[in-house]
């Protein structure tokens, strides 16, 4: 089961097909089996019925994913991640799986068709990968619940009624049970040798501590997150002032009672666990860590490439980008690529000050750019999106910037966060290429297509594939190109390093998952092969490691957007429209690379008609 915060994506079976022997000259053949109106229609509910009850599945297994889609069902409570219940989860997808199997493609419409194929092969994956399932890392500097609990309570558990409010305190009551869980999976782990290496632990508990800081639940004159957070939802509510305290009260008794000693207890525990990790934990270090490797990058890149492919291809992209790079250096100024990475890792004046400066900025590309959308695609969804300052309590743990989706019911808006705390790790002149990234034509454009699209069933607006996803981000900063973006050669050049850095972390992290690598020498390449400093290469290492494969999808999901609609404009010539292509593409939903090439060739065969 998919938890909210977890990625998903598909591996793929590859069909072979016998020849048959001529006889007597004669080639024999096959004759296409009949079926009748009957089966048909017996076949189409069949699928129909196998969509929704997965939908129904996938949504009632998870309280938080129903508040992440703007639902108050099961509002008091967490998800459940014991041991039991992953059984329990893994024992239903295999019922769901055996069902898809036993459906005949051939019988329906070929819309309905692809989410079955989708869901067949999605299931599959989850039934491969749960003997692995211990081979992650559930805290980490990255992400983890132990700052996803604070995130939820404050960005997604809506309070509009004192029931809410009741749900909430539960929520926080509900905190101990769920860190308990928690740690009973890191346990397992532990028992098996599987740490995140030492250096996550710092970050981990430093965050943990923070979170239970303030008043109420010490006596500060700084409020705890959490009390703020609440007490800044109960204002609008116009509560009777005993209502309001009996509230109050209630929290501030299961902030004491149970959420801080559960946060001390998880603490303990990683300070215990921190001294017997190790500096460097590449998979490759783990029992199958490389058989599990290859599967993790052909689920993250939705692709049947291994490590070694990967590594190669970041080798030719590396090579291909600094010589577009090196054309750009008259214009920049620069007598040499080493002089133009010098540059930008040491003059601090090519850096944002401060993140209003940064906001500001980011706004006007993005108001530049809403303007242009028109010319490459067609019924863009009318959902609103806010540029945002990052919380102070997840600065640390959060990137330079980020996007999250927005609800369902639009109540709750896309969001493109900023992080004020990390602007020394980028350049002002990328952030031209990373606003595209995240917001348009990227993320935001890719989610509200899907959200709104009325064409596929609801578990398919909701997947999730980071090859597709990234790979569209990325795609997406060289398509603003083709709309009249980084008219300043600087701005291009970030473009530039955008890829770069993505074709580096093809690379770095097979080097270190599967070629075992150690920090050092991922940073020797890093150092030699970008401008990047060495705080900031030491961190994407860090990411890279208590992440394996991730950073994989970005440039192999670009490659191949760039690679189909080359496909599409050569086939189709003076027939072909942009912006009917990208809106095609946009409401299939995400997909993995491999059905995407497919919907793509299929759809220039109905262009040519």
């Given at each position: 089961m998919r938890h909210p915060s977890l990625q998903a994506s598909l591996l793929f079976t590859a069909i072979l097909s016998a020849s048959?022997?001529?006889?007597?000259?004669?080639t024999p053949t096959q004759a296409t089996p009949v079926i009748t109106t009957e089966q048909r229609q017996q076949?189409?509910?069949?699928?129909?019925?196998?969509?929704?009850?997965?939908?129904?599945?996938?949504?009632?297994?998870?309280?938080?994913?129903?508040?992440?889609?703007?639902?108050?069902?099961?509002y008091s409570k967490w998800d459940d991640i014991s041991e039991a219940y992953q059984k329990e989860q893994f024992e239903q997808e295999k019922e769901l799986l055996l069902r898809a199997q036993n459906i005949n493609l051939a019988a329906i419409d070929e819309n309905l068709a692809l989410s079955i194929q989708l869901l067949k092969d999605q299931l599959q994956q989850d039934v491969d990968h749960?003997?692995?399932?211990?081979?992650?890392?559930?805290?980490?500097?990255?992400?983890?619940?132990?700052?996803?609990?604070?995130?939820?309570?404050?960005?997604?558990?809506?309070?509009?009624?004192?029931?809410?409010?009741?749900?909430?305190?539960?929520?926080?009551?509900?905190?101990?049970?769920?860190?308990?869980?928690?740690?009973?999976?890191?346990?397992?782990r532990e028992a098996?040798?599987?740490?995140?290496p030492s250096f996550a632990y710092d970050s981990v508990i430093e965050a943990c501590e923070s979170f239970i800081t303030g008043y109420p639940i010490?006596?500060?004159?700084?409020?705890?997150?959490i009390w703020s957070d609440f007490l800044s939802k109960l204002a609008p509510l116009g509560l009777y002032d005993s209502s309001a305290k009996i509230l109050k009260d209630r929290l501030e008794y299961y902030l004491k009672k149970y959420y801080k000693p559960a946060y001390s207890k998880l603490i303990k525990h990683l300070k215990e666990q921190k001294a017997l990790a190790s500096a460097d934990t590449g998979l490759h270090q783990f029992e199958n860590g490389q058989a599990y490797y290859n599967l993790r990058?052909?689920?993250?890149?939705?692709?049947?490439?291994?490590?070694?492919?990967i590594h190669q291809l970041g080798l030719n992209e590396i090579a291909r980008i600094k010589a577009e790079i090196e054309a750009l250096l008259p214009k920049l100024g620069q007598s040499s690529i080493e002089a133009l990475f010098e540059k930008t890792r040491n003059d601090k004046d090519l850096y944002f000050r401060n993140n209003q400066q940064a906001i500001a900025q980011s706004k006007a590309y993005i108001k530049s750019m809403n303007a242009q959308l028109g010319k490459a695609f067609n019924d863009i969804p009318n959902i609103p999106m806010e540029v945002l300052e990052v919380e102070a309590y997840r600065e640390s743990s959060a990137p330079v910037a980020f996007y999250q989706s927005p609800s369902d019911d639009g109540k709750r808006p896309g969001r493109y966060y900023m992080n004020g705390s990390k602007l020394n790790e980028m350049p002002a002149f990328q952030f031209e290429a990373l606003a595209y990234h995240e917001t348009i034509p990227g993320h935001h454009l890719q989610t509200i297509f899907a959200q709104q699209s009325q064409s596929i069933p609801e578990f398919r607006r909701h997947n999730h594939f980071t090859a597709y996803s990234e790979g569209w981000g990325l795609y997406a900063e060289a398509l603003a190109k083709e709309l009249g973006a980084y008219q300043d050669p600087w701005n291009e050049y970030g473009r530039l390093l955008m890829e770069l850095w993505r074709a580096n972390r093809l690379v770095i992290d097979t080097g270190l998952h599967y070629y075992g690598w150690d920090i050092e020498k991922a940073l020797a390449f890093r150092l030699a092969n970008t401008p990047f400093s060495r705080e900031d290469s030491l961190n994407a290492i860090k990411r890279y490691l208590v992440m394996p494969g991730q950073a994989t999808a970005y440039k192999v999901g670009q490659l191949k957007f760039l690679e189909l609609k080359q496909f599409a404009q050569e086939e189709l010539g003076r027939k072909f429209n942009l912006a009917n292509y990208h809106t095609f593409i946009l409401q299939l939903g995400p997909l993995p690379l491999s059905l995407l090439e497919k919907e793509v060739k299929a759809w220039v065969q109905r262009q040519k008609a």
């Open positions: 048959g022997c001529q006889v007597l000259n004669q076949e189409q509910q069949a699928a129909q019925s196998l969509i929704d009850d997965y939908s129904h599945w996938e949504l009632a297994s998870s309280p938080m994913l129903q508040a992440y889609r703007g639902l108050k069902t099961n749960y003997p692995f399932r211990l081979l992650n890392f559930p805290v980490n500097q990255m992400f983890g619940l132990h700052s996803e609990i604070p995130h939820f309570l404050m960005n997604i558990h809506q309070v509009e009624n004192i029931e809410d409010a009741r749900h909430y305190t539960n929520r926080v009551k509900g905190v101990a049970e769920l860190i308990d869980e928690l740690i009973i999976q890191l346990k397992l098996q040798g599987i740490r995140p010490e006596r500060s004159k700084i409020h705890n997150i990058l052909q689920e993250i890149t939705t692709t049947d490439l291994n490590a070694e492919q």
